[in-house]
């Protein structure tokens, strides 16, 4: 998939004063979250285990996003602290986001720092990401009247 930078790379400060741009994840699309100094050590053995890191954004506390694609139709959904293997890391899957480049937080940017193609995240990535959990029904969106 096409790197979507040109619109991550927006700088929301000079178009939104002091609002931040968030990019929404799921299908198709999720982040590894790696928080801090844990979670980019984390993301480094990802890295040598395998996965192929494309666009990555530093993010004001240390730590780094990356971006990867899922097979189509695959579901991957959030998770905080469930992969063990992994301290550090959160997954922003389905239903989920994560702040743009060119936002802050207190002050401090979120700053795309590998400007590449989204690779398709590898197979036990996408497992250990589901851990086991099934996907639930999606509520109804048809309007009442």
Not at 2 to 17: E, N, Q
Request: hydrophobic share 40%; charged share 20%; with cysteine.
């Amino acid at each position: 998939m096409p790197s979507p930078a040109p619109l991550l790379g927006l700088k929301p400060s000079r178009v939104l004063g002091a609002c931040g741009v968030g990019v929404a994840t799921g299908q198709g699309v999720f982040v590894v979250d790696a928080d801090g100094a844990q979670g980019r050590a984390s993301l480094d053995v990802l890295e040598m285990s395998g996965a192929d890191l494309g666009l990555l954004v530093d993010t004001p506390s240390g730590g780094r996003h990356a971006y990867f694609t899922a097979p189509d139709g695959q579901w991957v959904p959030n998770s905080v602290k469930r992969l063990s293997s992994y301290p550090g890391i959160d997954i922003r899957g389905d239903g989920g986001f994560v702040a743009a480049p060119g936002s802050s937080y207190n002050g401090k940017p979120y700053i795309l720092t590998a400007d590449a193609d989204l690779h398709q995240a590898p197979d036990w990535l996408i497992s250990a990401a589901i851990g086991g959990r099934k996907q639930r029904d999606k509520a109804d969106t048809n309007p009442l009247i």
